[in-house]
């Protein structure tokens, strides 16, 4: 850390870290490393889960051109990855379509704002909590629940649930109604979940 601090700011050829430097502090790594290991946290390794890679791709296959829009429903990790790349990557797509909306929060305004956006027969509702009990999300689900049912939908044909393997609230209502679902590792918190189904799943589609 010491090397850190007393190089911050200075990033040229001079101030920087040469060589030498990483040369020297290379033994530490195998030792560092292996600390992280015995954590046993996958926010570093989750992107190598190509089971879950097969079957988002799989999964997109089978909705291709089905949904104009795509509305995610949760907050905090749970929209934070996805809206950070859709920021940086929105700019490289060469069409808008489906069109991303993340719902982070619960204000009746903004909710009242995507309503007036959006078809919902051409609407997918990606509903997404880590803990599966997430209040804010919950209602969000059951709030759209109710209104692809009014207007005569099969609301199972327009919510993806993604939330923990086993456990949870949001795991039982997938389980019991039959949603399509995608797992968010038990080793990866929420806020560093981007590489997993959390944020793959709305990047891909």
Same mark, same amino acid.
Not at 96 to 117: Q, S
């Given at each position: ?88 990557? /929105? ?5 808008? *379509?489906? !069109?991303?909306? $993340?719902?982070?929060?619960? &204000? +009746? ?37 109710? /209104? ?5 939908? *099969?609301? !199972?044909?327009? $919510?993806?649930?993604?939330? &923990? +393997? ?40």
């Amino acid at each position: 850390m010491k090397i850190i601090v007393d190089n911050l700011g200075k990033i040229d050829k001079a101030h920087g870290l040469n060589s030498d430097d990483f040369k020297k502090y290379a033994k530490f790594i195998p030792e560092l490393l292996e600390k992280i290991h015995q954590k046993n946290q996958g926010f570093y390794t989750c992107i190598d889960d190509n089971e879950q890679i097969v079957k988002i791709n799989n999964f997109v296959e089978t909705v291709k051109n089905k949904f104009k829009y795509i509305v995610v429903l949760g907050i905090g990790g749970s929209a934070l990855g996805t809206l950070t790349l859709e920021k940086s990557l /929105k700019p490289f797509c060469k069409s808008n *379509d489906p !069109k991303l909306f $993340v719902l982070d929060n619960i &204000d +009746p305004d903004v909710i009242a704002e995507v309503e007036e956006c959006i078809s919902l027969p051409e609407t997918v509702f990606l509903v997404v909590s880590k803990s599966g009990g997430t209040i804010e999300t919950l209602a969000q689900y059951f709030y759209f629940k109710q /209104k692809l049912t009014q207007q005569g939908l *099969d609301y !199972k044909d327009h $919510v993806v649930v993604v939330t &923990d +393997p086993a456990s949870g609230f949001l795991r039982q209502i997938a389980t019991d109604e039959g949603l399509k679902s995608f797992k968010v590792p038990q080793n990866v918190g929420g806020r560093f979940s981007v590489l997993t189904p959390v944020s793959l799943l709305p990047a891909r589609m």
